[in-house]
């Protein structure tokens, strides 16, 4: 597997100097920058309705409670109540 993956990233990956060009070419499109800060975007489209588990609380508390565990690092939770 580690060496298949090495040989398909060094096909597929793009360098680093051109890796950013679409994010760049996405805010460069949008005139009041403010109008995407925190928007949700999937490739260069953005998407209106997210999908259900992005918005799904319990997930999230699980999710950060395993890359808690994984990573070692603890936080403050600061959820907004929604």
């Known amino acids: 597997m580690g060496f298949f993956w090495r040989v398909m990233t060094m096909l597929l990956a793009k360098p680093p100097e051109v890796a950013g060009e679409p994010i760049a070419n996405l805010m460069l499109s949008y005139q009041d920058r403010s109008a995407i800060n925190g928007a949700l975007f999937k490739l260069d489209?953005?998407?209106?309705?997210?999908d259900k588990a992005m918005n799904d609380r319990v997930l999230g508390e699980r999710l950060w409670d395993e890359l808690e565990l994984l990573t070692g690092l603890t936080a403050?939770?600061?959820l907004a109540v929604g």
């Not at 489209?45 to 997210?50: G, I, L, N, S, Y």
């Open 45 to 50: 489209k953005r998407v209106e309705k997210p």
């Open 76 to 78: 403050e939770r600061n």
